[in-house]
């Protein structure tokens, strides 16, 4: 049981590129969800989503596109990288509302 | 806006002394509180939460007191442990909104 598994663990862009981080739970939950961190600013939320085939946006959605094909998989993708969105992304699942998140390990995202 | 608040970000206390972690938050539909506790490299992990209809709830060396008149919780660690050495963050939701808003966290380094 991996718990909620994300890659890759670092990443390093230009400006203008593209990326996808990927991430994928094998608890059978229904709700997962993006957050960043930034120094002085907490956990931010980017998108969620309450199960295959819902999305919704979060505190900080612009720049970043989601969709959810599986229960387990909810990828985050990145359309045209910018400095602003240097920052560590966490991906997190919950069972039910009220359940605690899991989340995974984060990945360290630099853009140049 | 930040709805939920950690205005210490950061605290030193003594091995075995007493750590206690402040949050406020300003949205009173908030009714579910959460304390996260993060290592460097790794994702966030759950620690205790406290429901709206409780002021107290305790996991034995952690303590989180709940004031919603105040609209304000604490986190308290007796005695403090070198590994309780971390970041911890405060979030808080409403029933039935899958959504967690986060705190800044706080840096809590136990000395010996």
């Known amino acids: 049981n991996a718990g909620v598994t994300q890659t890759p663990k670092f990443q390093v862009l230009k400006t203008g590129q593209s990326m996808t981080l990927q991430c994928a739970q094998d608890?059978?939950?229904?709700?997962m969800s993006w957050y960043r961190q930034d120094p002085g600013m907490g956990l931010r939320l980017i998108h969620y989503?309450?199960?295959?085939?819902?999305?919704d946006q979060g505190e900080v959605p612009n720049g970043y596109n989601v969709s959810r094909s599986t229960t387990e998989d909810f990828p985050l993708r990145l359309l045209s990288a910018a400095p602003s969105q240097t920052s560590v992304y966490f991906c997190?699942?919950?069972?039910?509302?009220?359940?605690?998140?899991?989340f995974g390990n984060g990945t360290r995202l630099t853009v140049t | 806006d930040q709805q939920v608040k950690q205005n210490s970000p950061s605290l030193s206390v003594q091995e075995g002394r007493i750590s206690i972690l402040n949050c406020d938050y300003t949205?009173?539909?908030?009714?579910?509180f959460l304390w996260y506790k993060k290592y460097p490299a790794e994702g966030p992990t759950f620690l205790i939460s406290?429901?709206?209809?409780?002021d107290k709830n305790e996991d034995g060396r952690f303590t989180v007191f709940l004031n919603k008149s105040a609209k304000h919780l604490s986190l308290h660690i007796v005695p403090s442990q070198p590994g309780d050495s971390a970041v911890y963050f405060c979030?808080?939701?409403?029933?039935?909104?899958?959504?967690?808003?986060f705190g800044a966290g706080t840096t809590v380094t136990v000395r010996a």
């Open positions: 997190a699942s919950r069972h039910r509302e009220n359940a605690p998140l899991h």
């Open positions: 608890m059978n939950h229904e709700y």
């Open positions: 989503s309450v199960g295959a085939g819902i999305t």
């Open positions: 949205n009173s539909m908030f009714d579910y």
């Open positions: 406290i429901s709206s209809i409780k």
């Open positions: 979030a808080a939701a409403v029933s039935g909104d899958y959504k967690l808003s």
